[in-house]
């Protein structure tokens, strides 16, 4: 499909996305207006995943929320289009403040940022809590690693995502990322764009070659 094209069937399922969300969403407050709320949100948000019964409740009303993801991001959070991560096994508070950050433009992209002005925050909890509890496929065109990005990942990225790649509790999980959302974030860090600014991860890989920056990307996309 052209770019083009893209865009437009995106409109358009924006738009219906838009509409079907009004219906559905509580009068709750749909994004946090200042640091202080937004960490009063996490907080309640941290509540819920601690308590078994309250999880348990909010994955089953996430499944119903997340029918919206689908066919984006795969009905198990695996990803069904390689620019699009998979949210399957993502630790749950990185999930959530995503969110945020979309609906702040700290992070930019058409439809996320819009579905972050709609969700409630109870939504919000209710579909990384579902997604967080899905484990995570690989995928079958993943591109050969090799060990230049062994190495690189051991360098430069294992300290804070982890040795597996699985991430912490205030880091991302990126093992098993597809290739391409690997590929096209990290060149997004390293140009400083707009669309991912204010991030640990431009000094990070903002001096790395292209050739060294595939390599981990083709690595990371690989590790299970
Ligand atoms: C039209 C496709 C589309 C739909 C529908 C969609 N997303 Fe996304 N989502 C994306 C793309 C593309 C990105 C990556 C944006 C980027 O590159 O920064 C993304 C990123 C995310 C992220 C950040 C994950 C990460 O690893 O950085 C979260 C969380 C997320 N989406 C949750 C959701 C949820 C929950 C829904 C349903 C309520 C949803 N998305 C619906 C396309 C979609
Ligand atoms: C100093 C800690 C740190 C190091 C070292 C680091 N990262 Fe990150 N990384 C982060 C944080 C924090 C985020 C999430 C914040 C953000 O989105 O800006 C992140 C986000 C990412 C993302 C986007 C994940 C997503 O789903 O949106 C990718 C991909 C990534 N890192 C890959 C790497 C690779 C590859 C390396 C090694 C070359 C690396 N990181 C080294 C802290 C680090």
């Known amino acids: 499909m052209s770019n083009r094209l893209i865009n437009i069937s995106l409109c358009v399922l924006a738009v219906v996305l838009l509409t079907s969300f009004s219906a559905i969403a509580s009068a709750d407050t749909p994004s946090a207006d200042s640091p202080e709320q937004a960490a009063r949100l996490l907080q309640q948000f941290e509540n819920i995943v601690a308590d078994p019964e309250a999880r348990q409740k909010a994955n089953a009303q996430g499944q119903e929320r997340a029918q919206f993801c689908f066919r984006c991001h795969g009905k198990d959070g695996n990803s069904v289009r390689d620019y699009v991560p998979n949210l399957a096994s993502q630790n749950p508070a990185?999930?959530?403040?995503?969110f945020e950050k979309f609906a702040s433009g700290t992070r930019k992209n058409y439809v996320m940022s819009?579905?972050?002005?709609?969700?409630?925050?109870e939504e919000r909890v209710a579909v990384a809590v579902y997604f967080a509890d899905k484990p995570v496929t690989p995928r079958d065109n993943r591109p050969e690693p090799d060990m230049k990005g062994r190495q690189v990942y051991q360098s430069l990225c294992f300290a804070c995502h982890g040795d597996k790649g699985h991430g912490s509790h205030t880091y991302p999980r990126i093992a098993g990322q597809p290739y391409e959302f690997l590929e096209k974030t990290l060149l997004k860090f390293k140009q400083g764009d707009e669309s991912r600014k204010n991030s640990p991860m431009t000094a990070v890989v903002g001096n790395m070659s292209d050739e060294d920056l595939k390599a981990v990307a083709r690595w990371v996309a690989n590790m299970p």
């Open 114 to 121: 819009k579905l972050a002005e709609i969700l409630s925050a």
């Open 94 to 98: 990185y999930l959530f403040t995503q």
